[in-house]
């Protein structure tokens, strides 16, 4: 028999994006050469890093499945940050991912050469395309699986399998707040709700970089679609100038 060959983490990273380009509420933020994939779905960005899911092997039966998350440096980014770090892995003959608790994957980055992270050959069989599974083995570790064709609804639902992503948002969100009254208390004159400058927000800015050979009309849609809750008071000529003027200033510094 033939050895299997199992698809690298950027090629199941661009079918995973290759699956969603077409759903208005995501932005891919990250190039696909990149290991580590960064992405926005409604508004929430997510980094995402990709494993096929194989049989554990010898002495252990087919139905011990596993996924191996390697030390990477790049990972540090995801570790130090407060967005969300889902480690997917891909079962190529099923065609469907597993995702595990991404609070325990986050805090396992980089802790050793090789982190597995376990599934059940039975359970990956059994589930069928519009169904998300919520599973868990006998040590409590909990895992979601889904198909290919299921991911958007996977992630409008990622909370309710996932509760720890509810509370991180909450403080994020409580953080936002606080350094906003700390600015208005300070007297700083930036107006809470809007954006000065594409270059005061890096998450704006990766967003533009990402769409540079768009139109400028498409780039501030999708400013406003993504970013529309933080900057509620930026209207559409806002948003207009504020790429623009992002756009002219890369252009002095390129001459």
């Not at 690298?8 to 994006?17: D, E, G, P, V, Y």
């Not at 696909?32 to 096929?52: N, P, R, T, V, W």
């Not at 995702?99 to 090789?114: D, G, T």
């Not at 992503?165 to 409580?174: G, V």
Request: charged fraction near 30%; aromatic fraction near 12%; charge should be neutral.
């Amino acid at each position: 028999m033939a050895k299997k060959i199992y698809p690298k983490s950027q090629t199941l990273a661009k079918q995973f994006m290759d699956t969603i380009r077409s759903y208005p509420g995501f932005v891919q933020l990250s190039q696909d050469k990149d290991l580590m994939a960064h992405i926005s779905i409604d508004g929430e960005e997510y980094f995402l890093f990709f494993k096929c899911v194989s049989p554990e092997g010898y002495p252990h039966p087919i139905e011990h499945q596993r996924s191996q998350l390697p030390s990477r440096p790049e990972f540090e980014t995801a570790k130090n940050s407060k967005v969300p770090f889902l480690f997917l892995g891909y079962d190529m003959d099923n065609d469907l991912y597993v995702c595990w608790e991404p609070e325990k994957v986050k805090k396992r980055l980089n802790k050793k050469k090789y982190v597995s992270f376990y599934s059940r050959l039975s359970i990956q069989q059994q589930v069928q395309e519009g169904s998300i599974s919520e599973e868990a083995l006998s040590n409590g570790d909990k895992f979601v699986l889904f198909k290919r064709q299921d991911i958007i609804p996977f992630f409008q639902m990622i909370a309710q399998h996932f509760p720890e992503l509810s509370k991180e948002k909450t403080n994020i969100s409580a953080e936002k707040k606080v350094d906003a009254k700390e600015k208005e208390k300070n007297g700083n004159s930036d107006v809470v709700g809007k954006l000065k400058d594409i270059e005061d927000d890096y998450s704006v800015k990766l967003l533009v970089d990402s769409l540079f050979e768009k139109s400028k009309l498409e780039i501030v849609s999708a400013c406003m679609n993504q970013f529309f809750k933080y900057y509620n008071k930026m209207t559409l000529h806002d948003w207009y100038n504020v790429v623009m003027h992002y756009f002219e200033k890369k252009e002095t510094l390129e001459e």
